[in-house]
């Protein structure tokens, strides 16, 4: 009897635990989601154009909802120059997302700003980020990120988008920086929900830099949150998850 009703436990386990997998599949190429998918990914990977079109431009729409459930652990802050992060640990509601990542801070005329909050395991060397503070300068700002970054997710979690407005820099008004030699193909794209109902982007893009007669060849995997905003799908790109 104890062996039968343990094997039904292990059943209604699996069922949940399927369950709260996210089926996601296959977009046709003309579709609107994967067309502002790949047009996002071009002006955020290879600079050469301006974002603003495919990010929303309303204040509501900037950020999905708080996704943690439970606490959240944050390391000590690392910063070099102008930029900082503090990388957290914590249990999201939604599979499609790691339970490590960090949020980027970006110092501009002067003053702290979040720029993005970036979901991932391993954190991604392209983006330059500091692996701990060098100087006794940058060590003197990690006080104020550790306060600015607890005020940030304090009022995502309550819900405040316009307190997290003021803390945020918007990265997305920045001057294009072309990388030249580098280029995009081969990007797949599956759809689907996340737990609280917006639909996610789960991609992969592959990038080519040349550089005379020699080139390298990196496949990035990651996932985009999309909201539709006047009859138009645009990306969340204040939050990304990065597979790479």
């Not at 304090?154 to 988008?161: D, I, L």
């Not at 920086?177 to 592959?206: E, Q």
Request: glycine content about 8%; charged content about 20%.
């Amino acid at each position: 009897m104890q062996r039968v009703l343990l094997t039904l436990l292990v059943m209604v386990i699996l069922t949940i635990t399927n369950l709260m997998v996210p089926l996601c599949a296959q977009v046709e190429e003309n579709d609107a989601k994967a067309q502002v998918t790949r047009n996002f990914l071009r002006a955020y990977l290879l600079k050469n154009e301006s974002i603003t079109p495919y990010v929303p431009g309303k204040s509501e729409n900037q950020f999905a909802p708080y996704p943690f459930t439970g606490a959240v652990q944050y390391s000590t802050p690392k910063v070099h120059g102008n930029q900082g992060v503090i990388e957290f640990k914590g249990t999201v509601n939604d599979t499609n997302f790691p339970q490590k990542g960090g949020i980027l801070f970006y110092r501009h005329d002067g003053k702290w700003h979040v720029r993005q909050v970036l979901f991932y395991n391993n954190i991604p060397m392209v983006f330059g980020l500091p692996s701990r503070s060098v100087t006794a300068s940058d060590r003197q700002q990690e006080p104020t990120l550790a306060t600015m970054g607890a005020a940030f997710m304090s009022a995502w979690k309550r819900g405040e988008t316009r307190e997290m407005l003021t803390r945020w820099f918007d990265w997305t008004k920045m001057p294009n920086d072309p990388i030249k030699g580098l280029t995009m193909s081969h990007v797949a794209i599956t759809t689907c929900n996340t737990t609280w109902g917006d639909p996610y982007v789960d991609y992969s893009v592959r990038l080519t830099y040349r550089w005379g007669i020699l080139s390298y060849t990196m496949t990035m995997h990651g996932g985009l949150i999309l909201v539709q905003e006047d009859g138009q799908w645009k990306v969340r790109g204040n939050e990304l998850v990065l597979n790479w």
